[in-house]
């Protein structure tokens, strides 16, 4: 298309382009599919956290985690022993902020994580207690920038810009869309002042017919800091127990 374009007056290209727009997905359209894709009823992974500083030095973390669809998360802490029987909890909601608290038995309760707290280090890691949060559609507007491959995937670049009133630490959001899969494989997350601060990154696995993240990388750029979430052993669809989301088993390791 783009040789042809290239030879054709602007009278044809004028056409294109309003046909193109015609049948193109928008932005908009991209980010839906994206908010609707259809995820495991539950899954269960073990996980490693790897705090990396600039000198490459590693600090690791072994957590359990555990999901119910898209509305449930709960993952505690197996070591070492500084971290050893903390847990975090959150209930994602579809018109409202989601729902954090945070077991560290140092302090002996449930805490749960305000709205005004969000921009908080979530252990210590380079993820904010946002970046572990998920993203309300209905809070931003959107922007198809460009095409760009990314570890041979074809990408749509959007960008997410929060409206008037919504709480985030961030003035925007550049995603990289996969085309095949509408899964975001990449995103630059940038401060209030429009400066680039965070690069997150997703290695994808597909397990059964779910294709699911299997190290996610959070590159904070302003502390020259990274963090890398690693599942192992994940299982899908296995009849997780409900009850387990409940604040009553924080203080309990699975």
Known sequence: MKTKIKIMGLTALAILMSVGFVVGQTADEIMKKVDTQTVPKDMKS??????????????????????L????????????????????LKFENDDKDDD???????????????SSATNGSFMGSDFTYEDMGDR?????????????TVDGKQCWVVESTPKSGVTTDYSKINSWIWKDEYIAVKEE????KGTLRKIKTVELTKVKNYWL???????DLKVS?????????????????VTMFDQNNMTRIY
């Open 100 to 114: 954090m608290w945070i077991y560290l038995p140092a302090l002996g309760k449930v805490r749960r994580i305000a």
């Open 213 to 219: 993240p299997k190290t996610i990388t959070m590159n």
């Open 189 to 192: 997350s940038y401060d209030k």
């Open 136 to 148: 309300n559609l209905k809070d931003y507007t959107y922007k198809l920038l460009k095409e760009e």
């Open 225 to 241: 800091h990274k963090t890398e979430m690693v599942n192992s052993d994940i299982e899908v669809d296995t009849g997780v127990d």
């Open 69 to 88: 669809s898209d509305e449930k998360m709960i993952m505690w802490f197996l070591s070492p022993a500084d971290v050893k029987g903390s847990c975090f």
């Open 46 to 67: 073990m996980m490693k956290m790897n705090l990396i500083d600039k000198k490459d030095n590693v600090r690791q973390r072994d957590l359990k985690n555990y999901r």
